[in-house]
Structures are given as structure tokens and as C-alpha cells.
């Protein structure tokens, strides 16, 4: 969702980011994978990214193990 939302906003906004923002999306994208539910619930919030389906806020991340029994 974080890599989504950076393309969008790199796309949206080609040529009218300063050097410093370009680098910070960059930075968020190339990172997405390695930050944890804090991180992430703070870089939601600053970049005010909402759910792509309903436009509503997010709630904070969870962690959720895939590798649940059956």
C-alpha cells in the first residue's frame, strides 16, 4: 500500500517535489517491507494515505501470521 501510494504521488507530482520529498518517498518505498506497525502507522499518518477502496482512514497496522493451523 506505502509503495502504491509513493508511485501515485512521484506520478501525480513529477517536477513539482523538492530533491528533499523526492528522496523521502524513495526512501519510504525502497524501505516499505522492513518497517514495523509503529513505523508504518506514523508514515500513514503523515502522508495521510487512506484506503484505496472506501477513502476512509486506516486503522494501525497489526501484525497478522500468515502461517496460521487448519
Do not use: C, R, W
Request: aromatic fraction near 8%.
Amino acid at each position: 500500500m506505502l509503495e502504491e501510494h509513493v508511485d501515485k504521488v512521484l506520478a501525480k507530482k513529477a517536477g513539482k517535489l523538492s530533491k528533499e520529498e523526492e528522496s523521502k518517498l524513495m526512501t519510504y518505498k525502497v524501505k516499505a517491507d522492513t518497517y514495523n506497525e509503529v513505523e508504518l502507522a506514523a508514515i500513514f499518518k503523515e502522508q495521510k494515505i487512506k484506503s484505496p477502496d472506501t477513502g476512509n482512514e486506516l486503522s494501525d497496522p497489526i501484525p497478522f501470521n500468515l502461517m496460521f493451523g487448519t
